[in-house]
């Protein structure tokens, strides 16, 4: 016979009340279902834990002995239930998300503040990395959650929220092209650039974009990180192209940026996460600020 949780909590009551009566009352049990309990489980431990006399209830020498570990395993089980509880509810585990570096930068800060505000419990793990490991992070359960840059066509993964990022060109306050109106893939064609590694959803849009007029890009340099871009910006070695999302577009007093009017010059991201995979319950209250930050970025 097994031990249950209320036959424990009904041991523990009359150790506390030394009265079946007001045991019965403080568990809203009949006396008789609280003998039952009680019978129940000194069967299951195969020892008298209470002497039972019309006047009193005594504790057996075995049920002083077994009282403080049946107690603990009852503060213990209850500590679990509740951290269980607040697990479902959202509000304690861990969220793993995997995004791009320029919402990683941006986005993600403001909605991690926003969850914890009224989460305070809740862990966070961002995981920054081009579109291409993003996805495969996703694929590999190493993230419940991806920020990804680029066409999404994967049948491992749902795509959650879609929308898109346009591109700014970025340059020096008193670089001629400044004085233009407007910016269009012309423009582009002979100034030297400083672009992202191939591979990466920002290079991907860039060159195709470029191809489709039949040209490719004129490299000043390559570098890995948007930062590294736009510091060799400053130093006078050429433009950069970033989305309009990157914090570094915003925080260099000395450089400009202006949108690329031109429709290839968009970048698509999405929000994915393991096709058929359940969300925990942390990261998809996560997953529902994330979309509402998205969403107001599209606005």
Do not use: W
């Not at 007029?213 to 130093?235: D, H, K, N």
């Not at 577009?249 to 450089?255: I, K, P, S």
């Amino acid at each position: 016979m097994d031990i249950t949780l209320r036959q424990i909590r009904a041991f523990l009551a009359i150790v506390q009340t030394r009265s079946f009566t007001k045991a019965a009352a403080l568990l809203h049990l009949s006396q008789p279902a609280l003998t039952v309990q009680i019978r129940n489980l000194e069967a299951a431990l195969g020892v008298r834990l209470l002497d039972r006399s019309n006047r009193a209830v005594e504790i057996t020498r075995v049920g002083l002995e077994l009282m403080p570990v049946l107690q603990r395993t009852v503060t213990d089980l209850d500590g679990a239930l509740l951290d269980i509880r607040e697990i479902g509810a959202g509000r304690r585990g861990t969220v793993r998300i995997a995004a791009l570096p320029s919402f990683a930068a941006s986005l993600l800060p403001q909605v991690i503040l926003a969850c914890r505000r009224d989460n305070p419990a809740l862990g966070v793990l961002v995981r920054d990395a081009i579109a291409a490991h993003v996805v495969a992070m996703v694929r590999s359960e190493e993230v419940d959650l991806g920020l990804t840059g680029g066409a999404v066509a994967d049948a491992e993964l749902d795509v959650l929220h879609q929308t898109t990022d346009q591109l700014c060109l970025v340059y020096p306050a008193d670089h001629p092209i400044g004085r233009k109106r407007r910016i269009g893939v012309q423009d582009l064609v002979d100034l030297p650039l400083i672009l992202t590694n191939p591979g990466t959803s920002l290079r991907d849009v860039i060159d195709a974009a470029l191809l489709g007029i039949g040209r490719t890009p004129t490299l000043a340099c390559e570098v890995t990180y948007m930062m590294s871009a736009v510091a060799m910006v400053r130093a006078g070695l050429g433009v950069t192209v970033l989305p309009r999302s990157a914090r570094e577009v915003r925080v260099e007093q000395t450089l400009r940026s202006k949108a690329i009017d031109d429709p290839a010059f968009v970048r698509p991201v999405a929000l994915v996460k393991k096709k058929g995979r359940t969300l925990p319950p942390a990261s998809a209250a996560f997953l529902d600020a994330c979309i509402a930050a998205m969403q107001k970025m599209e606005g």
